[in-house]
C-alpha cells in the first residue's frame, strides 16, 4: 500500500503565504517525479507546479514567481510553497507522485485526498 497525506491548507488573505507539505508512505522503493495540481469549483484540476527525483521543476504560468516546489527525498515528501496569493488560487490542492513500489516491475501514479486552499479578505 502507498499513502499520500497533505497537509497545510487553510484560510489566507491575499497577499499572504501557505505552506503544503505532502508526505509518501507505504512499501515504497523509488519515487519518481513528485507535483501538486489543483481544482477550483466548476473547473477542471489543472497542473500546478512537478519537480523530478533529481529537482528539476516546472510551473504553471499562472503561479511562476510566486509559488516553489520542493522535496525531501529522505523523508519522501514535497511540499509547496505559495506566496502573493491571490483569490484566483482558491482550489484544492492535490500532490501526485510517480511511485515503484517494493517488488513491482512498473510504478503508478498516486494521488492524495487533497487540501482546501481558500484566499479571502
Known amino acids: 500500500q502507498v499513502q499520500l497525506v497533505e497537509s497545510g491548507g487553510g484560510l489566507v488573505q491575499p497577499g499572504g503565504s501557505l505552506r503544503l507539505s505532502c508526505a509518501a508512505s507505504?512499501?515504497?522503493?523509488?519515487?519518481?517525479?513528485m507535483g501538486w495540481y489543483r481544482q477550483a469549483p466548476g473547473k477542471q484540476r489543472e497542473l500546478v507546479a512537478t519537480?523530478?527525483?533529481?529537482?528539476?521543476?516546472t510551473y504553471a504560468s499562472s503561479v511562476k514567481g510566486r509559488f516553489t516546489i520542493s522535496r525531501d527525498n529522505a523523508k519522501n515528501t514535497v511540499y509547496l510553497q505559495m506566496n502573493s496569493l491571490k483569490p484566483e488560487d482558491t482550489a484544492v490542492y492535490y500532490c501526485?507522485?510517480?511511485?515503484?513500489?517494493?517488488?513491482?516491475?512498473?510504478?503508478?501514479?498516486?494521488w492524495g485526498q487533497g487540501t482546501q486552499v481558500t484566499v479571502s479578505s
Open positions: 501526485n507522485a510517480d511511485i515503484l513500489r517494493i517488488s513491482s516491475w512498473y510504478s503508478l501514479t498516486y
Open positions: 507505504g512499501s515504497i522503493s523509488t519515487i519518481y517525479t
Open positions: 519537480i523530478t527525483s533529481g529537482g528539476t521543476t
